[in-house]
């Protein structure tokens, strides 16, 4: 389990880093005048990455079952980021 946690906290710390790129993105092409990540795409990627650092948080305080689930949340939104604003 602790190697599931370990890769999962990694997935929830990539999410983070990415929801900052994305926004850091549309605020520089706001800025500069080019098109880039609409608030849709920026909002997705705060809200998913903000579930995974929940889902992570419970599944580090938690054992079992509890902590399976938790990992679980964050592999979820993870691929679901991926799938919905990335690969389509």
Do not use: C
């Amino acid at each position: 389990m602790r190697v599931l946690r370990a890769i999962s906290g990694a997935v929830a710390a990539g999410m983070v880093v990415l929801a900052l790129v994305v926004a850091g993105s549309a605020i520089v092409g706001e800025v500069r005048g080019y098109p880039g990540p609409g608030g849709k795409m920026v909002g997705w990627h705060i809200g998913l990455a903000a579930a995974a650092v929940v889902g992570q948080v419970f599944a580090d305080r938690r054992r079992g079952l509890p902590a399976f689930s938790g990992s679980l949340v964050v592999f979820v939104a993870a691929g679901y980021l991926l799938v919905t604003q990335w690969w389509n």
